[in-house]
Structures are given as structure tokens and as C-alpha cells.
């Protein structure tokens, strides 16, 4: 699978324009916020725009490119949805190694000694447990609880 793919999945969770005033992200397209990207023209932003964000932004920061295809798409999902550090501290923490939020071949090699869907379960429950303490919880935990749930469902057909 490839970032192309993957994004593609990505973008079926994030809307299109939004400006939901208890959204901490404030005015929101493709997923993409006001609050992390102050000087963008958010109501213009195209999806091929979004998806070069997606990319430069998340994809290689979160090393999607090192990690195996169907944790590779669950680390992106992650970052996109709850930041790049916390998506990296996640994913240690289901591997058993420290969570410091920086990748290092400590965290490297543990990933590539993992078995895929049982490491794909661990990352989606870590995250569970990080959603449901969130304040947003009350407004969006539905719907975040959702998009694990088809997030596993991926994790079942990718590593099937």
C-alpha cells in the first residue's frame, strides 16, 4: 500500500469545511486546521493542497515509510487525528518500548519485530484509552470510537 492509498482512507474520515465552534481545531477542511495552520486560506484549500500537507506533514513525520503498510496507514489515521507526537508515543506504548513521542531505532526495530495485527489491535486500544480521556470525549467520542472501530476493520483486511 502507499501513501496515495492511504490517504485516500484518511480523507473518508476528515469533511469537507467546517467551522464548529467547540472544535478545538476551529475552521477545519479535509481535516486540515486553522488552529495548526494560522496563515492558510482553510476555505480555499484544495485536496490535492491537503493531501501535500498530509504527506509532508504527517506522513514522513510520523515515519509512516519505515513502518509495515497496514501500521503504516494506523500511525497516519492517528497523527492526523491526534498529533504526530502522540501518534508515535501511542504506537511505543502498544509495542512495550519507552514512549518518549521520538522515533529512534529503539523504536525501529521493535516495530519490525512486531507481528502486525496483533501490534494494529494494541495501537487501536492505546488510542481508545487516549480518546475517551479527552474533554471532547462528550461531544465527539462517538464518532471518534467509530473511526477506530473502521480502523480495524482495515487492519483486518490489510494484514488478512
Known sequence: ???????????THEGGYVNDPKDPGGETKFGISKRSYPNLN???L??????A????????????DELPGPVAYQALDF????GIETAIRKLQAALGVADDGLWGPVTRAAVHKANA??????Y???????????????NYGSGWAGRVAENLRYGAVDTA
Open 79 to 82: 497523527a492526523v487525528n491526534s
Open 117 to 122: 495485527p496483533a501490534l494494529i489491535m494494541a
Open 42 to 44: 482553510i476555505a480555499a
Open 53 to 64: 500537507i498530509y504527506k509532508r506533514d504527517f506522513w514522513l513525520r510520523v515515519h509512516a
Open 124 to 138: 487501536a486500544a492505546e488510542r481508545l484509552d487516549f480518546l475517551r480521556k479527552l474533554r471532547g470525549w462528550v
Open 46 to 51: 484544495t485536496r490535492d493542497e491537503a493531501k
Open 1 to 11: 500500500m502507499t501513501f496515495e492509498k492511504y490517504i485516500e482512507r484518511v480523507l
